[in-house]
């Protein structure tokens, strides 16, 4: 199985990213993870730009959810809902409609704040717009508050989180599983 992490935040060493790698150490043995670096360097969605040929970031970011048995989304909360180079990378995934990359993929959806919301709003606010884009977001998700305790040292210091997110992968595991089944 592939997984294709997707990490919200693009600065260095975020507890995004953090709590991404730890989520990519709970997954089973066998599984193959990608944390995709090159957001950052995707355009600002514009159909325009959405040709047969798009641009040559969107063509790799294309092929490698296209690539992927689920996705991993991983989401700080800014100013109330997801960072716009998240958004960003769901359009370019969600187009063109009817062979989009995305569509029917098992998503996890995780979100962490240093409040003790959990970036709930971030995450409910991923898994809306995942779904419209034709992804398959799970029913359960992870909000982590205070994330700064939880991951201490690029460490997951908190056992309940750890259980959580360990369960939250094992999810994406089955829901692929089911997905392929049915198939």
Do not use: C
């Not at 201490?152 to 959580?164: K, P």
Request: zero cysteines; glycine letters at 8%.
């Amino acid at each position: 199985m592939n997984i294709l992490m997707l990490v919200g935040s693009l600065r260095a060493d975020s507890w995004t990213a953090r709590l991404t790698g730890s989520a990519a150490s709970l997954l089973p043995e066998g599984t193959d993870t990608l944390v995709y670096d090159g957001l950052g360097d995707l355009p600002h969605y514009d159909q325009d730009l959405d040709t047969d040929q798009p641009p040559a970031a969107v063509v790799a970011f294309r092929e490698a959810v296209r690539r992927a048995d689920g996705l991993v989304v991983a989401t700080p909360e800014y100013n109330g809902s997801m960072p716009g180079v998240l958004k960003n990378a769901i359009d370019w995934a969600s187009r063109p409609r009817g062979e989009s990359s995305i569509a029917g993929k098992p998503v996890a959806v995780i979100s962490v704040s240093p409040s003790p919301r959990g970036a709930q709003w971030a995450r409910e606010e991923a898994e809306k717009v995942l779904r419209v884009a034709g992804a398959v977001p799970l029913e359960q998700s992870l909000g982590v508050p205070s994330v700064h305790a939880a991951v201490v040292d690029g460490q997951l210091a908190d056992a309940d989180v750890e259980r959580a997110l360990r369960d939250l992968m094992q999810a994406l595991v089955t829901a692929d599983e089911n997905r392929r089944t049915a198939a």
